[in-house]
């Protein structure tokens, strides 16, 4: 019993119909949420026409609230902003892929979504998208 779990398998080959199962992506067939989908359409948008540079952070600001947060809020802002940006470059590349809202692309979109969602809550419209 000992035996380690690795070696146990090591020589272990996957069937084919499980391999092409493995292989299917994740789907979702109910879609996106409410909203969602114009949300992912308005950054696309957004990305496109150069609004927003996946690669700086500080293009998501609202910059009549952002500047009268104070330091501290501007710290979170900037923190929420960096975290959102990763997401929103992965959407950029998954969509440059296929234009299509995957599973992953829904996914990603919901997390951005309820970032901004929760952040501005507290803090008011200080992103642009």
Do not use: C
Not at 31 to 54: P, Q, R, T, V
Not at 97 to 119: G, H, R
Request: no cysteine; glycine share 4%.
């Amino acid at each position: 019993m000992d035996e380690n779990i690795l070696q146990k398998y090591k020589d272990h080959q996957v069937d084919d119909k499980t391999q092409q199962e493995l292989n299917k992506p994740l789907q979702d067939d109910t879609g996106f949420n409410e909203g969602h989908e114009d949300f992912l359409k308005m950054l696309i948008s957004k990305l496109e026409s150069g609004e927003i540079d996946a690669h700086t952070p500080a293009t998501l600001y609202n910059r009549a609230v952002y500047d009268k947060l104070s330091e501290e809020e501007q710290e979170k802002a900037d923190l929420t902003a960096i975290n959102m940006m990763s997401m929103i470059r992965q959407i950029e590349s998954l969509w440059k892929l296929d234009q299509s809202a995957s599973f992953q692309v829904q996914n990603i979109v919901e997390t951005v979504f309820q970032m901004k969602s929760k952040f501005e809550k507290l803090h008011g419209d200080v992103y642009i998208i």
